[in-house]
């Protein structure tokens, strides 16, 4: 195998329930994550040593260093095989960067699919889950795909069935937002307020939603706990989801930890109207129609 080519989906979080935060840093999450079709997709060739280069939309906002994760990805999995591999990874860039939709996590989880091909190691999914649950909280979703409930720091998943397709509109915004501050942030807010954090507790309505496949109950049952952090951070995007819901959105939030904004649509037409008046009257700078679910890393 010389050349393998994997295509990953990007993320929303139709519900992200953040508990305290954790001894390690982390906070236990009840953290509903739904891939749509946003792709990256990840090539790796044969090579001497681990290398990666980013084409496309965001490309220059992506590192290339030991800090990138898909580097860090192949070496993860050439240190569980147990040997030293090289491959040249080329990722071609679809989903915002540090935009909130698991775009590293993606590239991430395409390096593990696309390197267990190209090294030969026939490694099964649970041995990859291990490998993605140590590179980062969304990484395993990011193999698997569909819809999940997360718990813990978001890595231990089950999979939920959906009862139809979800059509959405994301609109990212200029420059990127750092998962670590947007937890702060939030850590930060709950602190002046002063209010006891509940135990993180998965929303049944929502799952009845998702079940049934009903946009409407899922678009008034959307919830994220980063989001005032988020909007803190960046207050601007406030207007943006305004502007959504004037236009007909069944639910509008922020993506994970921002600062995309993530629109539920009611279907595919209104999904394309939809980005087309954010864009136009310029609450939005781009957006982008896409559904969920759909699979996660594929080769193909
Ligand atoms: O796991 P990952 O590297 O994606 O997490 C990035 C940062 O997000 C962590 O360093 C932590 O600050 C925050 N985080 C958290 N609780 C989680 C997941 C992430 O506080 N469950």
């Given at each position: 195998m010389s050349s393998v080519t994997v295509r990953v989906p990007a993320k929303v979080n139709v519900q992200l329930s953040v508990g305290p935060l954790r001894e390690d840093g982390y906070h236990d999450l009840v953290n509903v994550f739904h891939a749509v079709s946003i792709f990256d997709e990840v090539v790796a060739k044969e090579s001497e040593a681990i290398t990666v280069r980013v084409n496309g939309k965001?490309?220059?906002?992506?590192?290339?260093?030991?800090?990138n994760l898909a580097i860090r990805a192949a070496r993860a999995l050439a240190k569980h095989a147990g040997r030293t591999y090289g491959a040249d990874l080329v990722i071609n860039k679809d989903i915002p960067v540090?935009?909130?939709?698991a775009g590293g996590s993606a590239d991430a989880a395409g390096a593990l699919v696309a390197c267990n091909e190209l090294w030969g190691l026939g490694l099964p999914l649970e041995d990859l889950m291990e490998i993605a649950g140590d590179l980062g909280s969304d990484v395993p979703f990011s193999l698997i795909g569909g819809t999940a409930v997360g718990t813990g720091r978001g890595e231990q998943l089950s999979e939920l069935p959906t009862g139809g397709t979800f059509h959405w509109v994301f609109a990212p915004a200029i420059g990127g937002l750092s998962t670590a501050s947007v937890y702060a942030e939030c850590d930060r807010l709950r602190q002046a307020s002063g209010a006891e954090v509940p135990w993180p507790q998965l929303n049944d309505s929502l799952m009845e939603a998702l079940g049934t496949g009903d946009a409407y109950a899922l678009g008034s049952n959307l919830s994220n706990d980063l989001q005032a952090a988020a909007l803190t951070l960046r207050p601007e995007l406030g207007p943006t989801l305004d502007a959504g819901r004037q236009h007909g959105a069944l639910g509008a939030i922020v993506s994970g930890s921002g600062p995309t904004c993530a629109f539920l649509a009611i279907d595919a037409t209104h999904a394309r109207d939809l980005a087309e008046s954010l864009t136009a009257t310029g609450a939005a700078r781009t957006a982008v129609a896409a559904h969920g679910p759909v699979q996660g890393a594929v080769l193909i």
């Open positions: 965001w490309s220059d906002q992506v590192p290339v260093d030991d800090s540090a935009g909130g939709m």
